[in-house]
């Protein structure tokens, strides 16, 4: 059973243009929200992420979107280049009091930025 | 190096195989996490290390798959009898702190992209 569903699987954008990912989660005790990004042949790198305490989060052209009471959250990533090309994926954790902190990741979202 | 380093890069074996792989993860970190990636797909967890202590191994799919952390640095993941559907990327990643004190940066490595033939 997937815990994080990610949306669209792949993603093609003009350089310029404004990418967004959507993610969609059903554990109400997720309280760690993060996106990683993964080129070819490395391990996924944090991006960004947010608790669910705030609505957004903005770090230079990459944005968090949350809302709580949908238990969705979005990536937006501005002014998108070439070198933002990768595969994005959102993730999920349980409450930090928890021992259990495994990520768990959506299925990842390709995105292309061309010229 | 300052990052999570994995070794092999790359394994090739034959079914019916064993296979290591190993992680050395950050430092002085306390958390160690081994994840599995098939194609195309997220990373899954597989199994969670607190210094030498194995917290939570409810991700291994098969009593084939074995992880330790004897002294709570490096890891290995040995994988008995290989079958094809274990192929996929493994992918270590450490954290400063235990699971429960607070929320800290997963730090993933390069993986081993295993290929069971």
């Known amino acids: 059973q997937q815990q994080v569903k990610q949306s669209p699987q792949s993603l093609i954008v003009q350089k310029g243009g404004i990418s967004i990912i959507n993610c969609a989660y059903e554990?109400?005790?997720?309280?760690?929200f993060p996106w990683y990004q993964q080129f070819p042949g490395k391990g996924p790198a944090l991006l960004i992420a947010?608790?669910?305490?705030?609505s957004e989060k903005k770090e230079g052209r990459f944005t968090i979107s949350f809302n709580k009471s949908a238990k969705q959250f979005s990536l937006h990533i501005m002014d998108s280049q070439p070198g933002d090309s990768a595969t994005y994926f959102c993730?999920?954790?349980?409450?930090?009091?928890?021992?259990?902190?495994?990520?768990?990741f959506g299925r990842g979202t390709q995105l292309t930025v061309w010229p | 190096g300052a990052g999570v380093s994995q070794s092999p890069r790359y394994k090739v074996a034959k079914r019916g195989q064993d296979v290591a792989l190993r992680c050395d993860p950050i430092?002085?970190?306390?958390?160690l996490f081994w994840y599995q990636q098939a194609l195309g797909q997220g990373p899954e967890f597989l199994t969670y290390?607190?210094?030498?202590?194995?917290?939570?191994k409810s991700g291994l799919p098969s009593d084939r798959f074995f992880a330790e952390r004897p002294e709570g640095s490096v890891s290995t993941l040995k994988i008995q009898r290989t079958q094809q559907e274990d192929s996929a990327v493994y992918l270590c990643?450490?954290?400063?702190?235990?699971?429960?004190?607070?929320?800290?940066?997963?730090?993933f490595g390069p993986g081993t992209r295993l290929t069971v033939l």
């Open positions: 993730a999920a954790a349980l409450d930090r009091g928890s021992t259990l902190g495994r990520l768990y």
């Open positions: 554990n109400t005790a997720f309280d760690y």
């Open positions: 290390f607190q210094n030498e202590a194995q917290l939570d």
């Open positions: 430092s002085g970190h306390v958390s």
């Open positions: 947010i608790r669910p305490d705030v």
């Open positions: 990643a450490s954290s400063l702190e235990e699971l429960g004190f607070s929320y800290n940066e997963q730090f």
